[in-house]
T-cell receptor
Framework: SQQGEEDPQALSIQEGENATMNCSYK?????LQWYRQNSGRGLVHLIL?????REKHSGRLRVTLDTSKKSSSLLITASRAADTASYFC????????????FGQGTTLQVKP | DAGITQSPRHKVTETGTPVTLRCHQT?????MYWYRQDPGHGLRLIHY???????DKGEVSDGYSVSRSKTEDFLLTLESATSSQTSVYFC?????????????FGPGTRLLVL
């Protein structure tokens, strides 16, 4: 069963624009993480936000978490062609012994 | 991908044959995981290990077994491969179990079962 559901499934923007991806989940969580996957490669950790945090920044990345709506968003500002990748949210649901559950991902294409 | 290697990187096999995938880490992390990635399903946990000889099932463990005889190696075995096991397999490691810890992923193994 999927805990995290990303929206949209695919996103295409021009270089320099901002990209926003959303993740919704079903059960209470301890933490939520975002990962990036370049084509043909493994996943790379981007950022982690804890359930008691509402917003977190890392470089051009901004993550928000709304536990009342069970949703998170990942904003990439001033996108670059190198940001082209798939982005996944992963949740550590409470009572799930800490294992991560990944969503299906958002595929982002940034056109030069 | 640093510190984690997977072998083989690509494999084509026939239905009914046994297949073993290897994950090797140089980070000395306690926890190791095997995932499969399929279109429309994201990543799904197959098995994980929380120490030498200590393993547990994940979400999609049927048809798979694992072994961990050394900290650095985690093997995934398909006893009798089926076409439904055609997938990309990723190994991951973490220092502890839990969503508060980053998982580091290997480069993946593409398996095609004919």
């Amino acid at each position: 069963s999927q805990q995290g559901e990303e929206d949209p499934q695919a996103l295409s923007i021009q270089e320099g624009e901002n990209a926003t991806m959303n993740c919704s989940y079903k059960t209470s969580i301890n933490n939520l993480q975002w990962y990036r996957q370049n084509s043909g490669r493994g996943l790379v950790h981007l950022i982690l936000i804890r359930s008691n945090e509402r917003e977190k920044h890392s470089g051009r990345l901004r993550v928000t978490l709304d536990t009342s709506k069970k949703s998170s968003s990942l904003l990439i500002t001033a996108s670059r062609a190198a940001d082209t990748a798939s982005y996944f949210c992963a949740t550590d649901a409470r009572g799930n012994t800490g294992k991560l559950i990944f969503g299906q991902g958002t595929t982002l294409q940034v056109k030069p | 991908d640093a510190g984690i290697t997977q072998s083989p990187r690509h494999k084509v096999t026939e239905t009914g044959t046994p297949v073993t995938l290897r994950c090797h880490q140089t980070e000395n992390h306690r926890y190791m995981y095997w995932y499969r990635q399929d279109p429309g399903h994201g990543l799904r946990l197959i098995h994980y290990s929380y120490g030498v000889k200590d393993t547990d099932k994940g979400e999609v463990s049927d048809g798979y077994s694992v072994s961990r005889s050394k900290t650095e190696d985690f093997l995934l075995t398909l006893e009798s491969a089926t076409s439904s096991q055609t997938s990309v397999y990723f190994c991951a490691i973490s220092e502890s179990l839990g969503g508060g810890e980053t998982q580091y992923f290997g480069p993946g193994t593409r398996l095609l079962v004919l």
